[in-house]
């Protein structure tokens, strides 16, 4: 749920003052409030209010990122209440990364069952109501390599479920709901050149996590969850990038927090969740080239799969291919808004929402 916001073409032009300089000055900081709205095939048509609060450190310089806090309270067509305030800070001149996520949502899911082969037509909704709160931080050990903890809380209460559905007859672990509090270690290397629109360099993450009685969770279980991209500039504008995400539980995982393929960021084409299991493997290729003015274009492409024991599970995976306009809003971070069209091999998904997914 972290790609569902979008803030109006208010926010296009509110941003051309934050450029950086060599002393940040008190009018680096902007903050801009706005009606919202958006659209993913998990949530339909969503309205509502938001806004982002930009910002330097008193001590930051001409190489430091901005910090930002985003909020926005929405509502969609699903009859989803979204209430949410993610954060991202950089201090300590990059050398610190604090980013967290606090939340209250009433969230109505897609379930199509557990496995790489479950079918679209069985599709099933449930509604859950639950507070969230995710936070990381981690520190540069060495040039670009950062190292640290990152923890997630979700009390997952399934208020409402398809009366003899997937979910009451098989009853998954966790078909009634689970409290979820998770601790893993994090390390993450970061070259890139830009956070919001890379054109060379590599992002990657590898999680190694956990969750049992001992963090109060109500069931314990393991995992490794890597998150890698790779940026390739080919000409002036012109991009490739390279995505490439596996993950493996073991232990009594809820159905809900199963690696899943699907959604705005993984596996576009795909409900969120469409695909689901224990061991989870995706891979995505995209290329980015300029239009006119501040319009460019994305063509991408990805294959993924899941299963409950095989390691690398892509010999019967799932491909999706797609086409994706951009606007840039924020000239000085490169940031854009996203319009993407997807199809995969039983659904197609049009998402509209802020940033790259990838």
């Known amino acids: 749920m972290k790609q569902f916001i979008i803030i109006l073409l208010i926010f296009l032009f509110a941003h051309e003052s934050w450029g950086q300089t060599d002393s940040i000055s008190e009018n680096s900081s902007v903050f801009v409030a706005t009606p919202v709205v958006f659209r993913t095939p998990e949530t339909s048509w969503g309205f509502g209010v938001g806004g982002a609060y930009d910002f330097f450190w008193p001590s930051d310089t001409l190489r430091t990122r901005p910090s930002q806090i985003l909020f926005a309270a929405t509502y969609t067509l699903e009859d ?112 890139r050149d830009n956070i919001y629109y890379p054109e060379k360099g590599s992002f990657i993450t590898l999680d190694v996590f956990g969750s049992g009685s001992y963090l109060g969770s109500t069931y314990g279980y393991r995992g490794t969850l890597l998150d890698a991209a790779k940026y390739y500039s080919i000409a002036k504008n012109h991009i490739i990038a390279g995505h490439l995400q596996w993950g493996m539980q073991e232990g009594n995982v809820p159905f809900f927090q199963l690696l899943a393929l699907g959604g705005p960021k993984f596996h576009r084409g795909y409900i969120l969740g469409r695909h689901r299991d224990r061991r989870m493997a995706l891979l995505q290729l995209a290329y980015r080239f300029p239009l006119f003015w501040r319009f460019k274009m994305e063509t991408f492409t990805s294959y993924g799969g899941v299963s409950n024991s095989t390691l690398v599970p892509l010999k019967s995976g799932h491909w999706s291919i797609g086409l994706g306009l951009r606007f840039l809003v924020d000239v000085e971070n490169g940031l854009h808004l996203r319009v993407d069209y997807a199809r995969g091999e039983d659904q197609t998904g049009l998402y509209i929402t802020i940033g790259e997914a990838f």
């Open 80 to 191: 989803q209440i979204l209430l949410h305030l993610p954060f991202q800070w950089f201090l300590m001149q990059n050398r610190l990364w604090l980013e967290g996520d606090l939340g209250f949502y009433r969230y109505v899911y897609p379930y199509f069952g557990i496995g790489n082969e479950t079918l679209v037509e069985n599709r099933e909704v449930f509604e859950s109501t639950f507070p969230r709160a995710q936070l990381s931080g981690v520190y540069a050990l060495w040039k670009n390599l950062y190292g640290g903890l990152s923890y997630k809380f979700d009390d997952f209460y399934i208020s409402d479920k398809t009366e003899g559905g997937l979910l009451e007859l098989n009853q998954p672990i966790g078909y009634e709901g689970a409290l979820i509090s998770e601790l893993a270690l994090r390390g993450v290397w970061d070259s």
